[in-house]
Nanobody, 124 residues
């Protein structure tokens, strides 16, 4: 398994940017598709973005396309989520996750390793 620790959350205003980081430990990181999910109060955890390990293929949920960018640095065992143009509806706890599947899956059930989450609050 991969151990994951998120950082970079905070309180920002609408229109601001944040970059979340997810530091991974474990030799399997390089062969893990990495994903970001989020969970708002009272709602289900939902997919945000994913990036494969082999060729960097990405996928995004429609609500963040054009605003968020997922990337990874295998040398640093780190995956990032650059969030621009933040909106109040982006407020949630953001979780990093890993799966051994080599495709940018949006399925929460496919991810077996999870971090503890980092809070993002966007005020209007």
């Amino acid at each position: 398994q991969v151990q994951l620790v998120e950082s970079g959350g905070g309180l920002v205003q609408a229109g601001d940017s944040l970059r979340l980081s997810c530091a991974a430990s474990g030799r399997t990181f390089i062969r893990s598709t990495m994903g970001w999910f989020r969970q708002a109060p009272g709602k289900e955890r939902e997919f945000v973005a994913a990036i494969t390990w082999s060729n960097g293929r990405t996928s995004y949920t429609d609500s963040v396309k054009g605003r968020f960018t997922i990337s990874r640095d295998n040398a640093k065992n780190t995956v990032y989520l650059q969030m621009n143009g933040l909106k109040p509806e982006d407020t949630a706890v953001y979780f990093c996750a890993a799966t051994s599947l080599n495709l940018p899956t949006m399925s929460r059930a496919a991810f077996g390793s999870w971090g503890q989450g980092t809070q993002v609050c966007v005020s209007s």
